[in-house]
C-alpha cells in the first residue's frame, strides 16, 4: 500500500500532502494535551510496531504481497491522533531510508494509513463496543476495527490509483502517471486485502493488544485502556518495562520472514515492471520523467550483507531511531512542564 513516486501526478500529492497538513497540527495539538513523557515514550515504541509489521510482507492473491499497518492498534491504545503521527513518522522514515513509499507521495501514504486507517478503525471500535462491552465484545471491536480501517485505507489508494488515467493524459490519450483506471485498480486492490491483508491486520491488532493490556496497561490511554483498577495492579510489575522492547525485539529478528513472499505489491513496481505488465510499449512520460529519489538503505538492503542480515539489521536501525525519536519528544515534553 505504499504508493511509490510518480504513480500519482504531482497535482494529487500536492493537495494530499497539503490536506495532511491540518491533519498532523491538529493531532500534534491532541498529543500534546493528552499524552505526558511517559505515554510519548511509549507512543515511539508503538511507531515501531508499525514500522515492523510492515515490514512482514505476505502473498496475497494475484501474485502480489501485502503488509499489516498497525494504526487501528495504535489508535486503541493510545488514540487516533495519536497513532496519526507515529504511522507518519513512520512512513517518512521508510520513505526517506530505506525506499519504502514515495518522498513526493508521502502524503498520500500518510492520508490512507496515517489518517484514514487509524479514524476508521478507531470509529468502527466503539461503535462496535459501545458503552459497556463484554470481552468478547471488545474483542470483535478491535477485530472489525482494524479489518475495515485496513480496507478503507486500501480502497483509498485505489481510487487515487485509477482516477490517474482519468484526469492525466498526454494529447494522444495516453496515461501519464498510473495507467490503471478504477475498473483495474479497485478489485486488484480491494480483493487481496478483503480476503488476506485485513485478516492478517486484525489478527496482529487483537494479538499485540491483548499482549500490551496484559503486560503493562498502564501505557495505554485509548478507547481500548483497561479499567484504571485493573491496570494499577500491573503497573508496578518490573517486568512490564521489559516485556513490550522485548516483543519488538523478536519481531525485529523475525522481520526476514517477511522475505519469504514471492512477487511485488500491486502499484508497487519499478518503473520497468509496470510497461511489461501493463502490456505498454513505453512507460508514461510522468513516470519515466518523473521525480527520482536514491535511499540510504534502498528496500532494506546493506552491501555486502545476505538479505535476511540486512532485513534484520534495518529493523533494529528504524526500532532504534523511532524510539530516539519520541524519547526526544518526551524529553521536550519534561522540560516545557517542568518551566
Same mark, same amino acid.
Given at each position: 500500500?505504499?504508493?511509490?513516486?510518480?504513480?500519482?501526478?504531482?497535482?494529487?500529492?500536492?493537495?494530499?500532502?497539503?490536506?495532511?497538513?491540518?491533519?498532523?497540527?491538529?493531532?500534534?495539538?491532541?498529543?500534546?494535551?493528552?499524552?505526558?513523557?511517559?505515554?510519548?515514550?511509549?507512543?515511539?515504541?508503538?511507531?515501531?510496531?508499525?514500522?515492523?509489521?510492515?515490514?512482514?510482507?505476505?502473498?496475497?492473491?494475484?501474485?502480489?504481497?501485502?503488509?499489516?499497518?498497525?494504526?487501528?492498534?495504535?489508535?486503541?491504545?493510545? #488514540?487516533?491522533? /495519536? =497513532?496519526? *503521527?507515529?504511522?507518519? !513518522?513512520?512512513?517518512?522514515? @521508510?520513505? %526517506? &531510508? +530505506?525506499? $519504502?513509499?514515495?518522498?513526493?507521495?508521502?502524503?498520500?501514504?500518510?492520508?490512507?494509513?496515517?489518517?484514514?486507517?487509524?479514524?476508521?478503525?478507531?470509529?468502527?471500535?466503539?461503535?462496535?463496543?459501545?458503552?459497556?462491552?463484554?470481552?468478547?465484545?471488545?474483542?470483535?471491536?478491535?477485530?472489525?476495527?482494524?479489518?475495515? #480501517?485496513?480496507? /478503507? =485505507?486500501? *480502497?483509498?489508494?485505489? !481510487?487515487?490509483?485509477?482516477? @490517474?488515467? %482519468? &484526469? +492525466?493524459? $498526454?494529447?494522444?490519450?495516453?496515461?501519464?502517471?498510473?495507467?490503471?483506471?478504477?475498473?483495474?485498480?479497485?478489485?486488484?486492490?480491494?480483493?487481496?486485502?478483503?480476503?488476506?491483508?485485513?485478516?492478517?491486520?486484525?489478527?496482529?491488532?487483537?494479538?499485540?493488544?491483548?499482549?500490551?493490556?496484559?503486560?503493562?496497561?498502564?501505557?495505554?490511554?485509548?478507547?481500548?485502556?483497561?479499567?484504571?483498577?485493573?491496570?494499577?495492579?500491573?503497573?508496578?510489575?518490573?517486568?512490564?518495562?521489559?516485556?513490550?522492547?522485548?516483543?519488538?525485539?523478536?519481531?525485529?529478528?523475525?522481520?526476514?520472514?517477511?522475505?519469504?513472499?514471492?512477487?511485488?505489491?500491486?502499484?508497487?513496481?519499478?518503473?520497468?515492471?509496470?510497461?511489461?505488465?501493463?502490456?505498454?510499449?513505453?512507460?508514461?512520460?510522468?513516470?519515466?520523467?518523473?521525480?527520482?529519489?536514491?535511499?540510504?538503505?534502498?528496500?532494506?538492503?546493506?552491501?555486502?550483507?545476505?538479505?535476511?542480515?540486512?532485513?534484520?539489521?534495518?529493523?533494529?536501525?528504524?526500532?532504534?531511531?523511532?524510539?530516539?525519536?519520541?524519547?526526544?519528544?518526551?524529553?521536550?515534553?519534561?522540560?516545557?512542564?517542568?518551566?
Amino acid at each position: 500500500m505504499h504508493i511509490p513516486d510518480n504513480y500519482l501526478s504531482p497535482q494529487i500529492d500536492g493537495v494530499l500532502f497539503v490536506a495532511m497538513v491540518p491533519a498532523w497540527l491538529h493531532c500534534a495539538r491532541a498529543v500534546r494535551q493528552k499524552l505526558d513523557a511517559r505515554h510519548l515514550s511509549f507512543l515511539g515504541m508503538a511507531s515501531a510496531f508499525s514500522f515492523l509489521l510492515m515490514m512482514f510482507n505476505v502473498p496475497l492473491p494475484g501474485g502480489t504481497t501485502g503488509h499489516a499497518v498497525g494504526g487501528t492498534l495504535i489508535a486503541l491504545m493510545l #488514540g487516533p491522533e /495519536a =497513532a496519526c *503521527l507515529a504511522v507518519s !513518522v513512520a512512513l517518512a522514515l @521508510q520513505a %526517506l &531510508l +530505506f525506499g $519504502d513509499g514515495g518522498v513526493l507521495a508521502f502524503g498520500a501514504n500518510c492520508f490512507n494509513m496515517a489518517v484514514v486507517l487509524p479514524f476508521v478503525g478507531c470509529a468502527i471500535y466503539k461503535f462496535v463496543a459501545g458503552s459497556e462491552p463484554s470481552a468478547l465484545r471488545k474483542r470483535i471491536a478491535v477485530v472489525l476495527g482494524a479489518y475495515i #480501517g485496513l480496507n /478503507a =485505507a486500501a *480502497l483509498c489508494a485505489a !481510487v487515487e490509483f485509477g482516477i @490517474q488515467p %482519468l &484526469l +492525466f493524459i $498526454d494529447a494522444a490519450g495516453a496515461p501519464l502517471y498510473c495507467p490503471y483506471p478504477l475498473a483495474v485498480s479497485l478489485p486488484a486492490m480491494l480483493i487481496p486485502h478483503l480476503l488476506v491483508a485485513g485478516v492478517i491486520e486484525a489478527v496482529a491488532t487483537l494479538a499485540i493488544l491483548e499482549f500490551v493490556q496484559r503486560v503493562a496497561p498502564d501505557y495505554l490511554i485509548g478507547p481500548a485502556a483497561p479499567a484504571r483498577e485493573k491496570s494499577e495492579g500491573v503497573a508496578n510489575r518490573s517486568a512490564s518495562r521489559v516485556a513490550v522492547p522485548v516483543l519488538l525485539g523478536v519481531l525485529a529478528v523475525a522481520t526476514p520472514l517477511g522475505l519469504l513472499a514471492q512477487g511485488t505489491a500491486w502499484g508497487e513496481w519499478s518503473t520497468d515492471e509496470l510497461t511489461e505488465l501493463a502490456g505498454l510499449s513505453a512507460p508514461p512520460v510522468g513516470m519515466a520523467e518523473g521525480f527520482s529519489f536514491e535511499a540510504l538503505l534502498p528496500d532494506y538492503s546493506l552491501a555486502g550483507l545476505p538479505d535476511w542480515v540486512a532485513y534484520i539489521m534495518s529493523a533494529a536501525i528504524g526500532v532504534l531511531v523511532l524510539v530516539i525519536i519520541f524519547k526526544l519528544l518526551a524529553a521536550s515534553s519534561n522540560r516545557r512542564v517542568s518551566s
